[in-house]
């Protein structure tokens, strides 16, 4: 089992996104029965950007102890709208502080009151439409400038290899400093959109990350959905009117003969009681300083 795994290392292969049992071996023993996952479905690094929507589905195999698998290429449409997420690298972009100033200036001001955290959180989620242009023109073809930022390095090297003169030399150092920044900000943009966080950026990990978050991105896929009566649904549109219909049965499910406990019958249950010192902390003001210190406490990795 070790020389396999570190097969796997060498190679680097990984697991197929798949459905189905996670047990799909058994001796089919009555009195010492064992039951493994021994089998799987291992794909290269390039195969997440060739087959994005790949996934293999285990089954019951019949005469066979062994699960039998089938591997899936089929490619769904893309999701309308993604949603937004906030990447600690948009703060390095040109024009993200621009942005978010004139953003900032022309909505309505913030001040003390009941209502202040809403009306923060309504600014904030203002400000998403406006960063999520900076996310699409900036990010979205950061990879892509990148690339353009190597091939330009190396076509100056090779100008300099075969006209060693000072102005060569020179473009190529310049070549060099940009496509080193732009890969700086790639590889932090991968980083945390791969969650990797025992790795640090400046170690030129971008591969790795970009896998690790297309593996992530496969796994974290939903690509059936079984309703109430045991169909499965496959498409995408069915997944999300059929999610939809399930959360809001849930969560809008009511009872007639629900009663809410009274303030005597809870007292009786909990025997703790808060101070009068306590009583008031609600009722304070809350101070600048507070709310800075709780937004700047936020976990600064995550992409939210």
């Given at each position: 089992?070790?020389?396999?795994?570190?097969?796997?290392?060498?190679?680097?292969?990984?697991?197929?996104?798949?459905?189905?049992?996670?047990?799909?071996?058994?001796?089919?023993?009555?009195?010492?029965?064992?039951?493994?996952?021994?089998?799987?479905?291992?794909?290269?690094?390039?195969?997440?950007?060739?087959?994005?929507?790949?996934?293999?589905?285990?089954?019951?195999?019949?005469?066979?102890?062994?699960?039998?698998?089938?591997?899936?290429?089929?490619?769904?449409?893309?999701?309308?709208?993604?949603?937004?997420?906030?990447?600690?690298?948009?703060?390095?972009?040109?024009?993200?502080?621009?942005?978010?100033?004139?953003?900032?200036?022309?909505?309505?001001?913030?001040?003390?009151?009941?209502?202040?955290?809403?009306?923060?959180?309504?600014?904030?989620?203002?400000?998403?439409?406006?960063?999520?242009?900076?996310?699409?023109?900036?990010?979205?073809?950061?990879?892509?400038?990148?690339?353009?930022?190597?091939?330009?390095?190396?076509?100056?090297?090779?100008?300099?290899?075969?006209?060693?003169?000072?102005?060569?030399?020179?473009?190529?150092?310049?070549?060099s400093n940009r496509w080193h920044a732009m890969a700086?900000?790639?590889?932090?943009?991968?980083?945390?959109?791969?969650?990797?966080?025992?790795?640090?950026?400046?170690?030129?990990?971008?591969?790795?990350?970009?896998?690790?978050?297309?593996?992530?991105?496969?796994?974290?896929?939903?690509?059936?959905?079984?309703?109430?009566?045991?169909?499965?649904?496959?498409?995408?549109?069915?997944?999300?009117?059929?999610?939809?219909?399930?959360?809001?049965?849930?969560?809008?499910?009511?009872?007639?003969?629900?009663?809410?406990?009274?303030?005597?019958?809870?007292?009786?249950?909990?025997?703790?009681?808060?101070?009068?010192?306590?009583?008031?902390?609600?009722?304070?003001?809350?101070?600048?300083?507070?709310?800075?210190?709780?937004?700047?406490?936020?976990?600064?990795?995550?992409?939210?």
């Amino acid at each position: 089992m070790k020389d396999f795994q570190e097969v796997v290392s060498n190679c680097s292969i990984m697991d197929l996104a798949y459905r189905g049992p996670k047990i799909t071996w058994t001796n089919r023993q009555k009195h010492n029965p064992i039951s493994k996952k021994l089998d799987r479905a291992l794909i290269s690094d390039s195969w997440p950007s060739k087959f994005p929507n790949a996934y293999a589905i285990f089954e019951a195999g019949g005469s066979s102890d062994h699960a039998r698998c089938q591997i899936s290429l089929d490619s769904q449409p893309a999701l309308s709208q993604k949603p937004f997420k906030f990447f600690n690298v948009l703060t390095l972009l040109e024009g993200f502080i621009s942005t978010v100033a004139e953003f900032w200036t022309e909505t309505e001001p913030l001040f003390i009151s009941k209502t202040a955290l809403y009306r923060f959180s309504r600014k904030l989620k203002g400000l998403k439409h406006q960063l999520r242009s900076v996310n699409r023109d900036k990010l979205g073809i950061l990879p892509h400038r990148t690339k353009e930022a190597f091939d330009t390095l190396c076509v100056k090297q090779d100008t300099a290899l075969h006209s060693p003169f000072s102005v060569s030399f020179a473009e190529e150092i310049n070549t060099s400093n940009r496509w080193h920044a732009m890969a700086i900000l790639e590889e932090a943009f991968l980083k945390q959109k791969s969650k990797i966080h025992w790795l640090a950026v400046g170690d030129q990990n971008n591969k790795y990350f970009h896998r690790v978050s297309q593996a992530r991105r496969s796994r974290n896929a939903i690509r059936v959905i079984q309703n109430v009566s045991g169909e499965n649904i496959f498409s995408v549109e069915g997944i999300k009117k059929e999610a939809e219909s399930w959360f809001k049965g849930f969560l809008q499910q009511g009872s007639s003969d629900f009663e809410a406990p009274s303030m005597n019958s809870l007292q009786e249950l909990l025997d703790y009681r808060c101070s009068e010192e306590m009583h008031q902390i609600p009722l304070k003001p809350v101070l600048p300083k507070e709310i800075k210190n709780v937004l700047f406490a936020l976990p600064a990795k995550k992409s939210s």
